[in-house]
């Protein structure tokens, strides 16, 4: 495939208008979705406030604060897998590979068979939304602190130590699922599905604050994360504080992973599908793909979250489920033609 | 004033030491060659003055400043180093892996793709410049990190003060572009550029290098010009080869033949 610099950044910048055009009227139409749907009309008048009626109560009160986190949660993911996958210089590396996700899950799991899920903590976050938050970044310290040692810290390494830490995590909770009874049990499996239905004020203002900032700091370090693609010491060479560049990475994407596992359960496949898809149709320049995988993943999530509500109706299926069902297929057919995208691996 | 001065430097970077008493001096425009069998510290050498470890006592002096006072960006404007293996796997275009090169300097887009184009057509790979990285061949790839180097060093005119490191930069090349490297070389060392290189075949060593350094376990052991250096005795006592050195038909350089 022949591309030009410049096309390749006017194709990269026609996807990023794309997708902020396409986000709100994604977000309209999974405002009207759901057991009592609404047209998109009435969407926007109760959004505006023009209707007090059930339309009204339902779409302010009910949807949009879950939309919104939806939208939140799925570009924090995304935008956090595509930082992990420059940094790993690997295309198949997730934010889950530093051991976040199983961290959180450990502690989560820890707290509902302490019996601990019926307190609640402060600002509307439950004790198992804090002690997954905790478990998941105690986590990624310790897998930072495996792989570091005097002369910096080894990507491989942390990949290898993370691997184990998750597995370490997985026997762990497995352990605990296995003395505990059978209601906690329940409670574990469909908190470990992940879900969106705990949307509330607090919870969205909690997401908007932290992931936001994850958000607003990530893209400082699209150049960085170029050159880092080139290998660490040519990162060096090029007068990048590598170092430095790579302790920052890990923390902003073990608070914004761990603040959504936290907030909404693990979300499987976001923050490897979509920065893939991305990369794959405008190249792995981060000063794009960064904010295009951010919206691209907001975009996922706020329709899986919408099908998740409204295809076994008045049910929810699990939102993990849905991206899984989603992103997969879709992911599938783009690997089975990567050569015509030039990825090797 | 020396680009690069290194006194009795000693590096151990995991433990044993890799290089002992290290002393060298490289002026604007010069180029040095560095021989020796496998394991002599050539690699290690170019690694300590990339920055990639410290020695672990001795002075290494940039322009007269100490090597690791540098500024980061400052430093990246002045040294650049092309290692033996690339790892970039990711779809970047020629010309994007290329403008890479440019990160250490803040000349906007317009200049930096004008510099750009120079160093393709240097290194032979402008044709290449929209094909995707990961579809090139092993030579054409080494030639597409070469020209990022170049890039990241590159001034049209005046290049003095400036030190390229290059790790054996022929490894993948065929002879037409091996010659275009010496080229390459010949010219930007013309502009003041000091070149150091790593390279396996000693008559390549012997035609781009003003000066050859020998090494072996990680000590200096010869140091001098291609005439003076490649002598039989040298290559029975480090290579444990026979050879022939003859004047070689240009008039230049020794022509080294093995037995």
């Known amino acids: 495939m022949i591309t030009n610099v410049i096309h390749r950044r006017r194709r990269a910048q026609r996807l990023l208008l794309l997708l902020v055009i ?42 949009l604060p879950r939309v919104l986190l939806a939208a939140i949660i799925g570009a924090t993911l995304a935008m956090s897998g595509a930082a992990m996958q420059g940094l790993f210089r690997n295309p198949l590396a997730d934010p889950s590979l530093i051991g976040v996700t199983a961290g959180a899950s450990l502690g989560a799991s820890l707290l509902i068979v302490a019996g601990g899920s019926s307190l609640t903590g402060f600002m509307g976050l439950s004790l198992v939304s804090l002690a997954a938050f905790v478990g998941g970044v105690l986590a990624v310290l310790l897998v930072y ?9 080894s990507v491989a390494t942390m990949l290898l130590a993370g691997i184990a830490i998750t597995a370490l995590a997985g026997a762990a909770g497995s352990l605990l699922e296995f003395f ?21 004020l607090p919870r969205l203002l909690l997401a908007t604050v932290v992931a936001g ?76 793909l960064l904010p295009a995988s951010a919206l691209g993943g907001a975009i996922l999530l706020v329709c899986a979250d919408a099908l998740s509500r409204t295809l076994l109706a008045p049910t929810e299926l699990p939102v993990g489920i849905i991206t899984a069902l989603i992103g997969v297929p879709f992911f599938i057919s783009l690997l089975r033609q990567r050569h015509h995208y030039g990825m090797q691996t | 004033m020396s680009v690069l001065t290194l006194q009795s430097v000693d590096a151990a970077p995991w433990g044993d030491p890799v290089l002992t008493d290290i002393n060298l001096q490289l002026e604007p425009g010069e180029v040095i060659g560095l021989i020796g069998p496998n394991g002599a510290g050539k690699s290690s050498l170019l690694r300590l003055l990339a920055g990639d470890f410290a020695a ?36 970047y275009t020629v010309e994007e892996v290329v403008l890479l090169g440019r990160t250490p300097h803040s000349t906007g887009l317009r200049a930096d793709q004008d510099i750009v184009r120079q160093v393709l057509r240097a290194t032979d790979t402008l044709s290449l410049r929209n094909r995707l990285y990961t579809q090139l061949s092993g030579g054409e790839r080494q030639r597409v990190q070469l020209a990022r180097v170049l890039a ?73 010009s291609p005439e003076a250096v490649l002598t039989p005795a040298l290559f029975r006592e480090l290579f444990h080869a026979e050879v022939l050195v003859q004047p070689h038909p240009n008039g230049r350089q020794p022509l080294v033949i093995g037995l």
């Open chain 1, 213 to 288: 900032s994850v958000l607003l700091v990530l893209p400082r370090y699209a150049l960085p994360l170029n050159t880092l693609l080139l290998g660490e010491s040519e990162a060096r060479h090029l007068g990048i504080a590598v170092n430095r560049t790579k302790l920052a990475l890990i923390t902003w994407v073990a608070i914004g992973v761990g603040t959504s596992v936290a907030l909404v359960g693990t979300i499987a496949f976001v923050g490897l599908v979509v920065p893939h898809i991305v990369r794959l149709l405008i190249g792995p320049d981060h000063r794009t």
């Open chain 1, 145 to 153: 602190r495996l792989a570091s040692s005097d002369n910096g810290t």
């Open chain 1, 22 to 63: 396409m986000l709100p009227l994604t977000m309209l139409l999974a405002l009207g979705s759901g057991a009592v749907k609404i047209a998109p009309g009435d969407t926007l008048s109760a959004l505006l406030g023009a209707d007090r009626g059930q339309a009204s109560l339902i779409v302010q009160q009910i949807r």
């Open chain 1, 180 to 200: 505990t009874d059978n209601e906690r049990l329940r409670q574990i499996s469909l908190w470990k599905m992940g879900g969106l239905d705990g949307a509330t």
């Open chain 2, 152 to 224: 990241q060093l590159w001034h049209t005119t005046d290049m003095s003060g400036t030190l390229l490191l290059l790790d054996e930069p022929t490894a993948a090349l065929d002879l037409a572009h091996q010659q275009q490297l010496t080229t390459v070389i010949a010219d930007i060392a013309a502009r003041g550029c000091a070149v150091m290189l790593v390279v396996h075949d000693v008559n390549l060593a012997a035609s781009v290098s003003d000066r050859l350094l020998v090494l072996n376990a990680g000590q200096a052991v010869a140091s001098g």
């Open chain 2, 56 to 91: 672990t006592s001795g002075s290494l002096r940039l322009a007269g400043r100490a090597l690791d006072s540098w500024p980061r960006q400052q430093l990246a404007q002045r040294r650049a180093f092309l290692p033996q293996l690339s790892l970039l796997n990711f779809p």
